[in-house]
Protein backbone atom coordinates (compact mmCIF):
# COMPACT_ATOMS: atom_id res chain seq x y z
CA UNK A 1 0.00 0.00 0.00
CA UNK A 2 1.84 2.99 -1.21
CA UNK A 3 1.90 5.92 1.63
CA UNK A 4 0.82 9.59 1.19
CA UNK A 5 2.93 12.30 3.11
CA UNK A 6 2.20 12.32 6.66
CA UNK A 7 -0.19 15.05 6.13
CA UNK A 8 -3.29 13.05 7.75
CA UNK A 9 -1.25 11.41 10.58
CA UNK A 10 -0.69 14.84 11.90
CA UNK A 11 -3.93 15.90 11.31
CA UNK A 12 -6.60 17.07 13.85
CA UNK A 13 -10.28 17.76 14.17
CA UNK A 14 -9.73 21.67 16.43
CA UNK A 15 -12.78 24.61 16.67
CA UNK A 16 -13.41 28.25 18.13
CA UNK A 17 -16.22 28.44 20.73
CA UNK A 18 -18.86 31.21 21.13
CA UNK A 19 -18.19 33.47 23.86
CA UNK A 20 -21.20 32.37 26.05
CA UNK A 21 -21.12 28.83 25.21
CA UNK A 22 -19.47 25.25 26.01
CA UNK A 23 -20.46 24.73 22.02
CA UNK A 24 -18.45 26.24 19.21
CA UNK A 25 -20.06 28.87 17.24
CA UNK A 26 -19.44 26.70 14.08
CA UNK A 27 -21.72 23.86 15.44
CA UNK A 28 -24.90 26.10 16.66
CA UNK A 29 -26.38 25.75 13.26
CA UNK A 30 -23.51 24.09 11.84
CA UNK A 31 -23.16 24.28 7.72
CA UNK A 32 -21.00 21.46 6.37
CA UNK A 33 -18.21 22.36 3.81
CA UNK A 34 -19.01 19.68 1.63
CA UNK A 35 -22.37 18.13 0.97
CA UNK A 36 -23.21 14.91 -0.61
CA UNK A 37 -23.00 13.85 -4.47
CA UNK A 38 -23.82 10.93 -6.89
CA UNK A 39 -19.94 10.42 -6.51
CA UNK A 40 -19.50 10.18 -2.56
CA UNK A 41 -23.24 8.39 -2.44
CA UNK A 42 -21.81 5.90 -4.81
CA UNK A 43 -19.40 4.79 -2.11
CA UNK A 44 -20.00 1.56 0.25
CA UNK A 45 -17.91 0.70 3.16
CA UNK A 46 -18.05 -2.35 5.41
CA UNK A 47 -16.26 -3.85 7.63
CA UNK A 48 -15.83 -3.30 11.58
CA UNK A 49 -16.03 0.22 12.94
CA UNK A 50 -12.53 1.82 13.43
CA UNK A 51 -10.67 -0.18 11.33
CA UNK A 52 -9.35 -0.46 8.08
CA UNK A 53 -13.03 -0.84 6.10
CA UNK A 54 -13.66 -2.82 3.34
CA UNK A 55 -14.62 -0.13 0.45
CA UNK A 56 -16.07 -0.50 -2.72
CA UNK A 57 -15.07 2.20 -5.22
CA UNK A 58 -16.67 2.17 -8.60
CA UNK A 59 -14.56 3.20 -11.02
CA UNK A 60 -13.51 5.62 -12.41
CA UNK A 61 -14.37 7.67 -9.10
CA UNK A 62 -14.52 11.12 -10.96
CA UNK A 63 -16.56 14.60 -9.35
CA UNK A 64 -16.42 18.25 -10.24
CA UNK A 65 -16.44 19.38 -6.54
CA UNK A 66 -15.76 17.98 -3.37
CA UNK A 67 -18.25 15.93 -2.48
CA UNK A 68 -18.48 14.14 1.15
CA UNK A 69 -21.46 11.76 2.37
CA UNK A 70 -22.75 10.38 5.63
CA UNK A 71 -22.18 6.45 5.09
CA UNK A 72 -23.38 5.65 8.50
CA UNK A 73 -23.87 8.22 11.37
CA UNK A 74 -22.79 8.28 14.62
CA UNK A 75 -24.57 9.92 17.65
CA UNK A 76 -21.57 11.30 19.05
CA UNK A 77 -21.13 15.00 19.79
CA UNK A 78 -21.21 17.39 16.42
CA UNK A 79 -17.35 18.46 15.97
CA UNK A 80 -17.11 22.12 14.53
CA UNK A 81 -13.99 24.11 12.87
CA UNK A 82 -11.63 23.93 15.79
CA UNK A 83 -12.74 20.68 17.48
CA UNK A 84 -10.18 18.06 17.96
CA UNK A 85 -11.14 13.94 16.93
CA UNK A 86 -9.52 10.71 16.55
CA UNK A 87 -10.22 8.48 13.94
CA UNK A 88 -9.27 6.10 11.19
CA UNK A 89 -8.84 7.45 7.73
CA UNK A 90 -8.30 5.53 4.64
CA UNK A 91 -7.68 6.97 1.18
CA UNK A 92 -8.32 5.24 -2.42
CA UNK A 93 -7.34 5.74 -5.90
CA UNK A 94 -10.05 7.11 -7.78
CA UNK A 95 -9.42 5.65 -11.25
CA UNK A 96 -8.66 2.33 -9.57
CA UNK A 97 -10.17 1.66 -6.68
CA UNK A 98 -6.93 0.69 -5.58
CA UNK A 99 -5.85 1.92 -1.69
CA UNK A 100 -3.28 4.46 -1.26
CA UNK A 101 -2.51 5.30 1.88
CA UNK A 102 -4.32 3.96 5.95
CA UNK A 103 -3.63 5.56 9.08
CA UNK A 104 -3.50 1.95 10.43
CA UNK A 105 -0.48 1.96 9.26
CA UNK A 106 1.03 4.44 11.04
CA UNK A 107 -0.95 4.32 14.03
CA UNK A 108 -1.00 6.31 17.15
CA UNK A 109 -1.97 6.06 20.77
CA UNK A 110 -3.34 2.58 22.27
CA UNK A 111 -5.37 1.67 19.35
CA UNK A 112 -2.99 1.44 16.46
CA UNK A 113 -5.63 2.21 13.93
CA UNK A 114 -6.47 5.73 15.21
CA UNK A 115 -4.96 9.08 13.89
CA UNK A 116 -5.32 12.26 15.02
CA UNK A 117 -7.77 14.68 13.04
CA UNK A 118 -8.01 18.59 12.67
CA UNK A 119 -11.30 20.12 11.87
CA UNK A 120 -11.10 23.57 9.78
CA UNK A 121 -6.89 23.38 10.42
CA UNK A 122 -6.05 25.66 6.94
CA UNK A 123 -2.86 23.63 6.87
CA UNK A 124 -4.50 20.35 6.82
CA UNK A 125 -7.05 20.72 3.82
CA UNK A 126 -8.78 17.72 3.82
CA UNK A 127 -9.78 18.49 7.16
CA UNK A 128 -12.01 20.84 6.48
CA UNK A 129 -14.56 18.73 4.91
CA UNK A 130 -15.29 17.22 8.45
CA UNK A 131 -16.78 19.83 9.52
CA UNK A 132 -20.36 19.15 11.11
CA UNK A 133 -19.90 15.76 11.56
CA UNK A 134 -20.80 13.30 14.67
CA UNK A 135 -18.19 10.88 16.51
CA UNK A 136 -19.16 7.42 15.79
CA UNK A 137 -19.58 8.52 12.00
CA UNK A 138 -18.53 7.21 8.81
CA UNK A 139 -17.90 9.40 6.10
CA UNK A 140 -16.85 9.11 2.70
CA UNK A 141 -15.18 12.38 0.98
CA UNK A 142 -14.41 13.04 -2.59
CA UNK A 143 -11.66 15.31 -3.84
CA UNK A 144 -8.76 16.07 -5.89
CA UNK A 145 -4.95 15.15 -4.92
CA UNK A 146 -4.88 19.43 -4.70
CA UNK A 147 -7.64 19.29 -2.41
CA UNK A 148 -6.24 16.74 -0.37
CA UNK A 149 -2.51 18.58 0.11
CA UNK A 150 -3.68 21.79 -0.11
CA UNK A 151 -1.93 23.11 -3.69
CA UNK A 152 -0.80 21.77 -6.66
CA UNK A 153 2.82 21.90 -6.11
CA UNK A 154 2.53 19.26 -2.95
CA UNK A 155 0.45 16.99 -4.91
CA UNK A 156 3.14 16.90 -7.85
CA UNK A 157 6.34 16.90 -5.11
CA UNK A 158 4.13 13.86 -4.12
CA UNK A 159 3.88 12.21 -7.31
CA UNK A 160 0.43 12.78 -7.79
CA UNK A 161 -1.12 14.54 -10.76
CA UNK A 162 -3.66 18.16 -9.13
CA UNK A 163 -6.11 16.10 -10.92
CA UNK A 164 -5.79 12.80 -9.23
CA UNK A 165 -9.20 11.68 -7.54
CA UNK A 166 -8.96 10.62 -3.90
CA UNK A 167 -11.82 8.90 -2.18
CA UNK A 168 -11.57 9.58 1.62
CA UNK A 169 -13.20 7.43 3.96
CA UNK A 170 -13.28 8.08 7.62
CA UNK A 171 -14.28 6.60 10.95
CA UNK A 172 -14.42 9.37 13.77
CA UNK A 173 -14.43 7.36 17.22
CA UNK A 174 -13.56 10.04 19.84
CA UNK A 175 -13.95 13.78 19.52
CA UNK A 176 -13.07 16.90 21.99
CA UNK A 177 -13.35 20.64 22.10
CA UNK A 178 -10.49 22.15 20.49
CA UNK A 179 -10.07 24.27 23.85
CA UNK A 180 -10.52 24.50 27.39
CA UNK A 181 -14.45 25.39 28.22
CA UNK A 182 -14.89 25.06 31.97
CA UNK A 183 -15.77 27.82 34.34
CA UNK A 184 -13.43 30.63 35.09
CA UNK A 185 -12.32 30.66 38.39
CA UNK A 186 -11.13 33.70 40.94
CA UNK A 187 -7.72 34.31 39.93
CA UNK A 188 -4.48 34.36 42.71
CA UNK A 189 -3.21 37.71 43.66
CA UNK A 190 0.05 38.52 42.25
CA UNK A 191 0.09 35.70 40.14
CA UNK A 192 0.34 36.31 36.02
CA UNK A 193 -3.76 36.03 34.33
CA UNK A 194 -4.45 34.78 31.53
CA UNK A 195 -5.99 36.97 28.87
CA UNK A 196 -7.83 34.81 25.90
CA UNK A 197 -8.72 35.94 22.12
CA UNK A 198 -11.81 34.87 20.78
CA UNK A 199 -10.85 31.83 18.95
CA UNK A 200 -9.09 30.32 22.27
CA UNK A 201 -5.09 31.74 22.00
CA UNK A 202 -4.32 32.59 25.44
CA UNK A 203 -1.59 35.64 26.31
CA UNK A 204 -0.38 36.63 29.71
CA UNK A 205 -0.66 39.70 31.93
CA UNK A 206 2.48 40.03 34.02
CA UNK A 207 3.13 42.77 36.71
CA UNK A 208 6.88 43.74 36.70
CA UNK A 209 7.74 41.26 38.83
CA UNK A 210 10.90 38.75 39.76
CA UNK A 211 9.72 35.32 38.51
CA UNK A 212 9.15 32.75 41.85
CA UNK A 213 11.87 30.09 42.73
CA UNK A 214 8.91 27.52 43.62
CA UNK A 215 6.81 25.85 41.32
CA UNK A 216 3.32 27.10 41.16
CA UNK A 217 -0.05 26.56 38.92
CA UNK A 218 -3.73 27.88 39.38
CA UNK A 219 -6.20 27.04 37.77
CA UNK A 220 -7.86 29.16 35.38
CA UNK A 221 -10.71 27.35 34.00
CA UNK A 222 -12.01 24.26 35.68
CA UNK A 223 -13.42 21.50 33.25
CA UNK A 224 -15.98 19.05 34.32
CA UNK A 225 -14.95 15.86 32.34
CA UNK A 226 -12.61 13.15 33.86
CA UNK A 227 -9.54 13.51 36.05
CA UNK A 228 -6.32 13.52 34.13
CA UNK A 229 -3.57 10.61 35.86
CA UNK A 230 -0.33 10.18 35.45
CA UNK A 231 1.08 8.31 32.74
CA UNK A 232 -2.22 8.26 30.64
CA UNK A 233 -2.25 10.06 27.15
CA UNK A 234 -3.43 13.27 26.83
CA UNK A 235 -4.41 15.78 24.12
CA UNK A 236 -3.29 19.56 25.26
CA UNK A 237 -3.26 23.15 23.78
CA UNK A 238 0.12 24.31 24.95
CA UNK A 239 1.13 28.59 24.91
CA UNK A 240 5.07 28.53 25.65
CA UNK A 241 6.05 31.63 27.37
CA UNK A 242 9.66 32.71 28.90
CA UNK A 243 8.94 34.72 31.96
CA UNK A 244 11.82 37.69 31.82
CA UNK A 245 13.13 39.76 34.29
CA UNK A 246 11.96 42.21 34.24
CA UNK A 247 8.63 41.85 31.88
CA UNK A 248 7.91 41.72 28.67
CA UNK A 249 7.54 38.24 28.28
CA UNK A 250 8.15 35.78 25.34
CA UNK A 251 6.23 33.34 23.54
CA UNK A 252 8.79 30.53 22.61
CA UNK A 253 5.74 27.74 21.55
CA UNK A 254 2.16 27.70 20.98
CA UNK A 255 0.15 24.95 19.57
CA UNK A 256 -2.22 27.26 18.48
CA UNK A 257 -0.44 28.80 15.55
CA UNK A 258 -0.07 25.50 14.01
CA UNK A 259 -4.05 24.65 14.51
CA UNK A 260 -3.27 21.18 16.40
CA UNK A 261 -3.00 20.17 19.47
CA UNK A 262 -0.23 18.11 20.79
CA UNK A 263 -0.25 14.74 22.45
CA UNK A 264 1.65 14.01 25.60
CA UNK A 265 2.18 11.47 27.68
CA UNK A 266 2.07 12.58 31.63
CA UNK A 267 5.67 11.15 32.89
CA UNK A 268 7.89 13.49 33.47
CA UNK A 269 10.61 13.36 31.01
CA UNK A 270 13.88 13.13 33.15
CA UNK A 271 17.84 12.24 32.66
CA UNK A 272 16.19 9.27 30.68
CA UNK A 273 15.29 10.32 26.94
CA UNK A 274 11.33 10.08 26.46
CA UNK A 275 8.74 10.52 24.09
CA UNK A 276 6.11 13.30 24.31
CA UNK A 277 6.87 13.63 27.76
CA UNK A 278 6.52 17.22 29.33
CA UNK A 279 8.99 18.56 32.24
CA UNK A 280 8.63 17.50 36.13
CA UNK A 281 7.20 20.87 36.87
CA UNK A 282 3.94 20.51 34.49
CA UNK A 283 3.21 16.99 35.13
CA UNK A 284 2.50 17.79 38.59
CA UNK A 285 0.38 20.48 38.19
CA UNK A 286 -1.21 18.51 35.40
CA UNK A 287 -1.92 15.46 37.33
CA UNK A 288 -5.00 15.56 38.70
CA UNK A 289 -6.82 18.23 36.41
CA UNK A 290 -10.28 17.62 34.70
CA UNK A 291 -10.52 17.61 30.68
CA UNK A 292 -12.01 20.93 29.42
CA UNK A 293 -9.81 22.79 32.25
CA UNK A 294 -6.78 25.07 31.35
CA UNK A 295 -3.89 25.76 33.87
CA UNK A 296 -1.68 28.03 33.99
CA UNK A 297 2.19 26.52 35.14
CA UNK A 298 5.01 28.52 36.26
CA UNK A 299 7.76 25.68 36.19
CA UNK A 300 11.34 27.69 37.53
CA UNK A 301 14.52 26.25 35.82
CA UNK A 302 15.17 23.48 38.41
CA UNK A 303 11.77 22.23 38.14
CA UNK A 304 12.12 22.27 34.15
CA UNK A 305 13.38 20.24 31.68
CA UNK A 306 16.58 18.11 32.19
CA UNK A 307 19.82 19.71 31.27
CA UNK A 308 19.97 19.12 27.06
CA UNK A 309 16.42 17.42 27.32
CA UNK A 310 14.68 20.35 26.20
CA UNK A 311 12.62 20.39 22.56
CA UNK A 312 14.28 22.33 20.23
CA UNK A 313 13.75 26.30 20.47
CA UNK A 314 13.11 26.41 24.48
CA UNK A 315 15.24 28.42 26.38
CA UNK A 316 17.24 27.51 29.17
CA UNK A 317 18.11 28.60 32.67
CA UNK A 318 15.05 30.53 32.37
CA UNK A 319 11.20 30.64 34.11
CA UNK A 320 8.76 29.31 31.81
CA UNK A 321 5.25 29.97 31.82
CA UNK A 322 2.55 27.49 30.38
CA UNK A 323 -0.73 27.69 29.46
CA UNK A 324 -2.45 24.39 29.18
CA UNK A 325 -5.81 23.56 27.52
CA UNK A 326 -6.19 19.83 28.89
CA UNK A 327 -8.71 18.86 25.46
CA UNK A 328 -8.66 15.19 26.22
CA UNK A 329 -7.92 11.93 27.69
CA UNK A 330 -6.05 10.10 24.19
CA UNK A 331 -4.79 6.82 25.79
CA UNK A 332 -4.84 4.95 29.47
Same mark, same amino acid.
Given at each position: ?????????????????????????????????????????????????????????????????????????????????????????????????????????????????????????????????????????????????????????????????????????????????????? !??? %? #??? +?? =? @?????????? &?? $? *??????????????????????????????????????????????????????????????????????????????????????????? !??? %? #??? +?? =? @?????????? &?? $? *?????????????
Amino acid at each position: MRKIAAIVVAAAFVASLAACSDLPAQVQGCTPNSTAGSASNAISASGKFGSDPKTHVPTPTVSSRIETSVLSKGSGMELGNGDVGVGQVTVYDGATGKPLFSSAANGKYSDSTQTELSIGNKKIPFSRYLDCQTVGSRTATIMSATNWFGDKATATSNNFSPTATFVVVTDITKGFRGRATG !VLQ %P #PQA +GF =P @SVVTSTNGTP &GI $T *LDLQSPPKTLQWEVVRRGSGEKVKAGEGVLLQVQGIEWTNPAPTTTFDSTWTTGTPRPYVLTALTSADGTNSLDPGSVKALVGQTVGSQVL !VVV %P #PKF +GY =P @SGKAPSGYPT &GS $T *LIYVYDVIGVIAK
